[in-house]
């Protein structure tokens, strides 16, 4: 049986073995996934021990996703864009390297949303690593603009640069504060402000009629961002179940070539919250 597994620390939470053994079932392929905990300084040994007991593929989360980055011999253009790595595919000609977030995300607000990103006003909230995943499957949806914003704005100003040539437009760094005045169409939050159980400190007045806010977060209630979001306006919100699963998916497809059906396996996982 192929194996594969989810490598993290803490790793107890994780949904992903529930979701590949859905999708395994669901396709008819024969594969094993479990959870693997590893200890903060044993990434690599714990990785390469996987893989000589026979595991053909992983899912890296918190706290590894940069050091499976470094330890991958080849990389996808869209983990190299990301600088993280969340899925690996161990092979005869070494370990491939990809990052699936950024595809997830964009899949779960066009496909399962119904929300189109080309032509619209786009605000990432946050520079650090869950943001800078997004940005280049954000600007390959062709949006009319995107702007960056964060706490501290210079990240958010360095993180637009990196950017700069990328898509058709070129993303804008900006605080928050900076905010004030501006309309957008869809919000995503990509801070960590929930993990304090808090949402970004936000202007009045950004959610453009019909807007989308999108949480890449999610919980069993509404998130605080969303709840700021309804507050002030937005009218569809969604947490980050839905990039959840997609991201998955995508890992799911590019191990086993085959793509699952996500739409169950996601309700199954909301009803299960
Ligand atoms: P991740 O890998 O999840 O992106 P990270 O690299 O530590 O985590 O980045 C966390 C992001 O959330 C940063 O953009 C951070 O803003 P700063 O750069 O100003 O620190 C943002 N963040 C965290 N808590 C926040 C809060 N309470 N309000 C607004 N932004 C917050």
């Known amino acids: 049986m ?15 073995p529930r979701i590949h053994a859905a999708f395994a079932a669901q396709t008819g392929q024969q594969l094993s996934y479990e959870a693997l905990l590893a200890p903060l300084d044993g990434f690599a040994a714990t990785v390469r021990e996987f893989q000589a007991a026979g595991g053909r593929g992983m899912n890296v989360t918190v706290p590894f996703k940069l050091e499976a980055f470094d330890l991958a011999d080849r990389l996808t253009p869209r983990a190299q864009a990301a600088g993280a ?8 000609d070494g370990t491939l390297g990809d990052n699936t977030d950024g595809a997830g995300i964009l899949r779960d607000i066009t496909v399962n949303l119904g929300f189109a990103v ?9 520079a650090g690593g869950a943001a800078r995943g997004t940005v280049l499957p954000l600007l390959d949806a062709r949006p009319a603009s995107l702007t960056i914003a964060n706490r501290t704005a210079s990240k958010a100003a360095e993180l637009a640069d990196e950017f700069a040539t990328a898509g058709t ?3 804008t760094g900006s605080g928050l504060a900076q905010l004030a005045g501006q309309q957008f169409d869809l919000v995503i939050n990509a801070t960590s402000a929930s993990l304090s159980d808090a949402a970004p400190d936000l202007p009045a007045g950004l959610y453009a009629p019909g807007s989308l806010a999108y949480d890449m977060m999610y919980g069993k209630g509404e998130t605080p961002f969303l709840a700021a979001a309804r507050a002030q306006g937005a009218a569809r919100r969604a947490d980050g179940l839905g990039m959840l699963v997609e991201q998955a998916a995508e890992s799911f497809f590019l191990w086993r070539g085959v793509r699952p059906e996500t739409a169950p396996v996601l309700a199954d996982l909301r009803a299960s919250l």
């Not at 192929?2 to 992903?16: E, L």
């Not at 790595?85 to 005869?92: E, H, I, R, S, Y």
Request: aromatic fraction near 6%; glycine fraction near 14%.
């Open 118 to 126: 080309t032509g619209r006003r786009v605000l990432l909230l946050g």
């Open 85 to 92: 790595v969340n899925t690996l595919a161990f092979g005869a």
């Open 169 to 171: 437009v070129a993303p």
């Open 2 to 16: 192929d194996r594969y597994a989810v490598i993290g620390n803490p790793i107890g939470h994780s949904k992903s």
